[in-house]
């Protein structure tokens, strides 16, 4: 199977998400809030939760398989924003990132770590995160990952 770079980055940065203690394996438990995050109804039907914890060839199997190609990084970053964004304000604030991380296991992250990224995503200084700010943050986690300088 040959993935496009693009590809690449983005199955690197979910898997990380969901392994966030680093084990190289992402939970089924994990792997089914993952699909419930994509909120793709056909993506969810299409996909058989495994029972096993996923390594990354075998997560990167399965989601290759059932990926449209249609989608850029934005839109899946979109969506993720969307379904972290609960009260549906446009903006995600540190509460809600912080449930978010909670959710999908990232609990070493600190009150003062949560709020130290949405300093820094935080462009306009109104302690909250705009789907912008929140897309230039996630592209610059791209850049990182793909090796990048990043300023």
Do not use: C, W
Not at 136 to 148: D, T
């Amino acid at each position: 199977m040959s993935l496009t770079h693009g590809q690449e980055i983005e199955y690197k940065e979910a898997f990380a998400l969901f392994d966030p203690t680093n084990s190289g394996v992402i939970q089924p438990k994990a792997f089914s809030d993952f699909l419930a995050l994509l909120n793709d109804p056909q993506l969810s039907q299409n996909v058989k939760i495994p029972t096993q914890p996923l390594d990354y060839k075998a997560f990167v199997a399965l989601m290759a398989q059932n990926d449209k190609g249609a989608d850029t990084s934005d839109d899946a970053y979109g969506r993720l924003f969307r379904s972290i964004n609960k009260d549906g304000s446009g903006n995600l604030s540190s509460a809600e990132l912080r449930v978010a991380l909670q959710h999908f296991g990232n609990n070493s992250l600190s009150e003062v770590d949560v709020d130290e990224i949405i300093h820094e995503a935080d462009v306009s200084g109104d302690g909250r995160i705009t789907l912008e700010e929140f897309l230039k943050i996630m592209q610059k986690s791209e850049k990182k990952l793909r090796g990048e300088h990043v300023l």
